[in-house]
């Protein structure tokens, strides 16, 4: 099939958010899109360059108003607004529109779960019904039927890609999973709060929400949906002095007779046709370096010093493949177009 003439209309809502930002940046060098809006409503009737100077010079069109975009030109949209606040404007999108939402608002499939962890009653029951998590690895055969695509978040994608395929093989127990991350302060959004300043994260590192992130209902039902029963975690999110990445750290306990190595053959040969899961060789471990800017994830498995322990070891960036960069693969698949497209970017090192 001869991809060369998919031109695919796309629009960017939230475009002032480092996720908008990221994604702008990739639809760039996509051979298949063409950037047709930007949305911001703070920041309308200015360019994207007067907010990110790293953008100008690029044709890019001006920031405008929701109200203001022209869906008869649009094929996919990629919403990048906060959490709670998508619902609603997803609701007003024309049903023609690929929607890729890459807010909370549509990966939860129990409605009573989101109310509970987003503190209010979901807003568009309807589409989250037809809403399908775009985690790419774990339901390619979904996506590419689908007009709602929820994005994964970035602390989920981390944790979910070692440990779905041990799960669903039934080759770790259940229980205990302890999941540690550490990520870096683009995670936590361009808005100006106290714990984000430099002077609050330089040269220090600090856990927050032990036990009550909201990403943990979203692990939760991917894990569960794995091990074909219900799945606790316990997950504690860290803030790291840097910019990008995540290194998630998970304890688990292999069933009897299994390895590291045996763990980390069964992860090779489940992501073997993954174009950007990459499991480490032997006792090799992966830096959040490793895959700083790209759209890869990289899985380490390490023998434990107690019997049966395994440490799984993950890194991504998460505002690639931890948001702009899946938000991409989501949309290749869904417009039939390789999933690799315009993400075969190599790792910025040093």
Same mark, same amino acid.
């Given at each position: 099939?001869? !991809?060369?003439?998919?031109?695919?209309?796309? &629009?960017?809502?939230?475009?002032?958010?480092?996720?908008?930002?990221?994604?702008?940046?990739?639809?760039?060098?996509?051979?298949?899109?063409?950037?047709?809006?930007?949305?911001?409503?703070?920041?309308?009737?200015?360019?994207?360059?007067?907010?990110?100077?790293?953008?100008?010079?690029?044709?890019?069109?001006?920031?405008?108003?929701?109200?203001?975009?022209?869906?008869?030109?649009?094929?996919?949209?990629?919403?990048? &607004?906060?959490?709670?606040?998508?619902?609603?404007?997803?609701?007003?999108?024309?049903? !023609?529109?690929?929607?890729?939402?890459?807010?909370?608002?549509?990966?939860?499939?129990?409605?009573?779960?989101?109310?509970?962890?987003?503190?209010?009653?979901?807003?568009?029951?309807?589409?989250?019904? =037809?809403?399908?998590?775009?985690?790419?690895?774990?339901?390619?055969?979904?996506?590419?039927?689908?007009?709602?695509?929820?994005?994964?978040?970035?602390?989920?994608?981390?944790?979910?890609?070692?440990?779905?395929?041990?799960?669903?093989? =039934?080759?770790?127990?259940?229980?205990?999973?302890?999941?540690?991350?550490? $990520?870096?302060?683009?995670?936590?959004?361009? $808005?100006?709060?106290?714990?984000?300043?430099?002077?609050?994260?330089?040269? $220090?590192?600090?856990?927050?929400?032990?036990?009550? !992130?909201? !990403?943990?209902?979203?692990?939760?039902?991917?894990?569960s949906r794995a091990a074909g029963e219900p799945i606790e975690i316990d997950f504690t999110p860290q803030i790291a002095p840097m910019t990008r990445g995540?290194?998630?750290?998970?304890?688990?306990?292999?069933?009897?007779?299994?390895?590291?190595?045996? &763990?980390?053959?069964?992860?090779?040969?489940?992501?073997?046709?993954?174009?950007?899961?990459?499991?480490?060789?032997?006792?090799?471990?992966?830096?959040?370096?490793?895959?700083?800017?790209?759209?890869?994830?990289?899985?380490?498995?390490?023998?434990?010093?107690?019997?049966?322990?395994?440490?799984?070891?993950?890194?991504?960036?998460?505002?690639?493949?931890?948001?702009?960069?899946?938000?991409?693969?989501?949309?290749?698949?869904?417009?039939?177009?390789?999933?690799?497209?315009?993400?075969?970017?190599?790792?910025?090192?040093?």
């Amino acid at each position: 099939m001869d !991809h060369h003439h998919v031109r695919i209309r796309s &629009l960017v809502i939230g475009a002032s958010g480092y996720t908008g930002a990221e994604l702008i940046r990739l639809l760039l060098t996509h051979p298949n899109a063409e950037i047709v809006g930007l949305v911001a409503d703070k920041s309308a009737g200015n360019t994207i360059d007067s907010i990110y100077p790293h953008l100008s010079d690029r044709g890019l069109p001006t920031i405008v108003t929701l109200k203001e975009v022209d869906f008869s030109n649009v094929d996919v949209a990629f919403c990048c &607004l906060p959490h709670g606040t998508t619902q609603e404007v997803v609701a007003a999108i024309p049903e !023609h529109i690929t929607v890729i939402d890459l807010s909370a608002d549509f990966r939860l499939h129990d409605l009573d779960a989101y109310a509970t962890w987003y503190d209010h009653p979901h807003r568009a029951p309807q589409l989250q019904a =037809k809403a399908v998590y775009g985690l790419v690895e774990i339901n390619k055969h979904l996506i590419r039927n689908t007009r709602l695509i929820a994005n994964p978040g970035c602390y989920p994608t981390s944790a979910i890609l070692p440990l779905y395929p041990l799960l669903e093989s =039934k080759l770790i127990q259940t229980t205990p999973i302890i999941i540690d991350s550490k $990520s870096g302060i683009s995670g936590a959004g361009r $808005s100006a709060t106290q714990s984000s300043l430099f002077c609050e994260v330089n040269e $220090s590192m600090k856990p927050y929400k032990i036990g009550n !992130h909201r !990403h943990i209902p979203e692990i939760e039902q991917a894990l569960s949906r794995a091990a074909g029963e219900p799945i606790e975690i316990d997950f504690t999110p860290q803030i790291a002095p840097m910019t990008r990445g995540i290194l998630s750290t998970i304890h688990v306990e292999a069933v009897p007779g299994q390895t590291a190595q045996s &763990l980390r053959d069964h992860l090779k040969q489940y992501y073997s046709n993954a174009s950007f899961v990459i499991v480490e060789e032997g006792d090799n471990l992966p830096s959040t370096h490793a895959v700083y800017g790209s759209n890869y994830c990289r899985i380490a498995v390490a023998k434990g010093r107690t019997k049966n322990r395994i440490t799984l070891v993950s890194v991504i960036d998460n505002l690639v493949k931890g948001a702009s960069g899946q938000a991409i693969q989501n949309m290749n698949i869904c417009f039939g177009l390789p999933e690799t497209t315009g993400l075969l970017i190599p790792p910025l090192y040093p």
